[in-house]
């Protein structure tokens, strides 16, 4: 793909840069149904872009977020949420109709049920560009475009690569991944309900075709580290488990987090458990940088 500049954003402005996704999160210790209107309701960030950039930013970071809610109520209550929460919010453009996810949470387990906006995702088009800090995508197949632009510009990045979809499907996850880890530095899959022979050769492809870094999360059995030296096993942080939703995106905005303090990858996916340990401690909410150092202490 041909160099193409967009618009850059102000080298002050961020340390991360996030793109993806963003939806609005119905939370309820109800399970989802007809009727929703029992037990706790929160309204919260969701989709997996927005929820690392929110994540991020209560942990003192200062992301930016590339990303589009809906012209509609949901809409305004995000972007609010995200700016009040102290995410830079000026490339969230508003469009269509904003994407719902009901999480019903009870005795630690969610069930989901999903209402996506059409068309709710970024495109390559005129896309903003970061001038520094890290990048974070996240690893729909729609972002593939938006991933070979940021790469076409130098960009390496943070990218979700086991589309959860594919993760049944290996062929379609090994095409997925070929197809991108050539721009990736570190890549993220979510390997709980994988088999080791098909984590083993997830991790090998992505080293073969490029990344620096892979992270395989295992929930509460902890976090592979596999990078060309071989692989490090961390154990999970021990937590009593009240809404595991958004674990894995709080797990990769701790990581984030430490990487641009300047942390090794090793010490930066440590630290990254205890994130996700806060997270799933609490229902339909973040953690704050002083729940994570509660957390350590």
Do not use: W
């Amino acid at each position: 793909m041909p160099h193409r500049d967009g618009p850059r954003m102000n080298p002050r402005s961020t340390d991360v840069t996030v793109y993806g996704e963003t939806s609005l999160h119905v939370v309820t210790s109800a399970r989802p149904a007809a009727d929703v209107g029992f037990g706790t309701v929160e309204l919260a960030i969701g989709g997996p872009a927005a929820v690392v950039a929110a994540q991020l930013a209560a942990l003192g970071n200062t992301p930016t977020l590339v990303s589009q809610v809906g012209v509609d109520p949901a809409g305004d209550f995000l972007r609010t949420a995200l700016e009040t929460a102290g995410v830079d919010c000026r490339f969230v453009r508003s469009a269509g109709r904003t994407g719902r996810i009901v999480a019903g949470v009870a005795d630690g387990q969610v069930e989901l049920a999903a209402d996506s906006a059409a068309d709710a995702l970024i495109g390559p088009e005129n896309l903003p560009l970061p001038t520094t800090g890290l990048v974070y995508v996240t690893g729909f197949p729609a972002l593939v475009p938006v991933i070979k632009e940021l790469s076409s510009n130098g960009h390496r990045m943070v990218v979700d690569v086991g589309y959860i979809p594919f993760l049944s499907q290996p062929d379609r996850l090994a095409a997925h991944i070929t197809d991108i880890a050539d721009a990736v530095d570190t890549a993220v899959v979510s390997g709980a309900s994988l088999s080791a022979t098909v984590r083993e050769s997830i991790q090998e492809l992505c080293l073969a075709e490029g990344a620096s870094t892979v992270l395989t999360t295992l929930a509460d059995h902890g976090v592979m580290v596999t990078t060309a030296n071989g692989t490090e096993h961390l154990p999970a942080v021990p937590a009593d488990v009240v809404d595991p939703l958004c674990a894995g995106d709080a797990f990769v905005a701790g990581f984030m987090s430490r990487r641009a303090a300047g942390d090794d990858v090793i010490s930066a996916a440590a630290y990254a458990q205890y994130v996700a340990a806060a997270k799933v401690q609490m229902f339909g909410s973040l953690p704050r940088l002083s729940d994570v150092e509660e957390l350590r202490k």
